[in-house]
Antibody, heavy 121, light 108 residues
């Protein structure tokens, strides 16, 4: 069965960077793309961007342009999301999620368990 | 960016009642709209995609309708496990995606 297992919780200081990993199993890794979605405390879901695990093509939400980098490592079937210049507004639960269609559907059928990133001085 | 507005923010209903959730887009997304269920401590779950198609394993009491800018998720008869937050999501303009603000369905 498809599983996405994310790295553990992180505590970072303002101005620092965080890199969250998402290890996939149960399917051919490079056939599907990944999105990263976050949820700040008491807020809704926010789409951060998408990466093709086949080509490495990325597309980021305008809000995160210049501050986020999404990558994949096909040798370990792992997707990564790095967010830089953290502020307290970046405190959130970060999810990786796999697309439902190899050709990109935008619909997210499998999700990781979430990684809590806390930004605090 | 396409903005999705969900209403109401909170829906208070009893088990067995019908739930009707609305999602309005700031511009047309044709039929490229999905619904997710999100419970505390769990990852979101895809319920409906392309307006009206149920994802694998989703019970028939969940249905979606609409087109263009106005969409509806209907839960025909609420089960205890259906009380959660529901989000709509559009993928109308590749590859940008946005979510609505959510509707909480709570027990009355």
């Amino acid at each position: 069965q498809v599983q996405l297992v994310q790295s553990g919780a992180e505590v970072k200081k303002p101005g620092a960077s965080v890199k969250v990993s998402c290890e996939a199993s149960g399917y051919t890794f490079n056939r599907y793309g990944f999105a990263w979605v976050r949820q700040a405390p008491g807020q809704g879901l926010e789409w951060m961007g998408w990466i093709s695990a086949y080509s490495g093509y990325t597309n980021y939400a305008q809000k995160f342009q210049g501050r986020v980098t999404m990558t994949t490592d096909t040798s370990t079937s792992t997707a990564y999301m790095e967010l830089r210049s953290l502020t307290s507004d970046d405190t959130a639960l970060y999810y990786c999620a796999r697309d439902s269609d190899p050709q990109w559907s935008g619909y997210l059928i499998y999700w990781g368990q979430g990684t809590l990133v806390t930004v605090s001085s | 960016e396409i903005v999705l507005t969900q209403s109401p923010a909170t829906l208070s209903l009893s088990p067995g009642e019908r739930a009707t959730l609305s999602c309005r887009a700031s511009q047309t997304v044709t039929r490229f709209l999905a619904w997710y269920q999100h419970k505390p401590g769990q990852a979101p779950r895809l319920l409906i995609y392309d307006t009206s198609n149920r994802a694998a394993g989703i019970p028939a009491r969940f249905s979606g309708s609409g087109s263009g800018t106005d969409f509806t998720l209907t839960i025909s008869s609420l089960e205890p496990e259906d009380f959660a937050v529901y989000y709509c999501q559009q993928r109308g303009i590749w590859p940008h995606v946005t979510f609505g603000g959510g509707t909480k369905v709570e027990i009355k």
